[in-house]
């Protein structure tokens, strides 16, 4: 069992950054492959970028790659999201994920889930 918690979400203004962190609960944290998905009002949750165990693979969506940078600190329990030059169109509410297999969340599924972190980027 894995217990994630989010945190690092708050209003930016366009062009800002955040970090978003999850911390998670258990001393099996370093085996799981670990995702951030984001869900804005109206739309349907979306992944945004994934990270296997030891951080040899990265997946980003097309429309972060650049600005947004996936990592983790397995030693810390935690993985990270850095979020550059954000815009309107991030805003969303961010929840991480983890999963035993890193190919099966870029297709949006996995074992467990945070509560999400509010992210919100004015114009």
């Known amino acids: 069992q894995v217990q994630l918690v989010e945190s690092g979400g708050g209003l930016v203004q366009a062009g800002g950054s955040l970090r978003l962190s999850c911390a998670a609960s258990?001393?099996?944290?370093?085996?799981?492959?670990m995702g951030w998905f984001r869900q804005a009002p109206g739309k349907e949750r979306e992944i945004v970028a994934a990270?296997?165990?030891?951080?040899?693979?990265?997946y980003y969506r097309d429309y972060v790659k650049g600005r947004f940078t996936i990592s983790r600190d397995n030693a810390k329990n935690t993985v990270y999201l850095q979020m550059n030059s954000l815009k309107p169109e991030d805003t969303a509410v961010y929840y991480c994920?983890?999963?035993?297999?890193?190919?099966?969340?870029?297709?949006?599924?996995?074992?467990?889930w945070g509560q999400g972190t509010q992210v919100t980027v004015s114009s």
């Open positions: 258990g001393r099996t944290f370093s085996t799981y492959a």
């Open positions: 994920a983890a999963d035993d297999r890193f190919a099966t969340i870029p297709r949006g599924t996995a074992d467990y």
């Open positions: 990270i296997s165990w030891n951080g040899g693979s990265i």
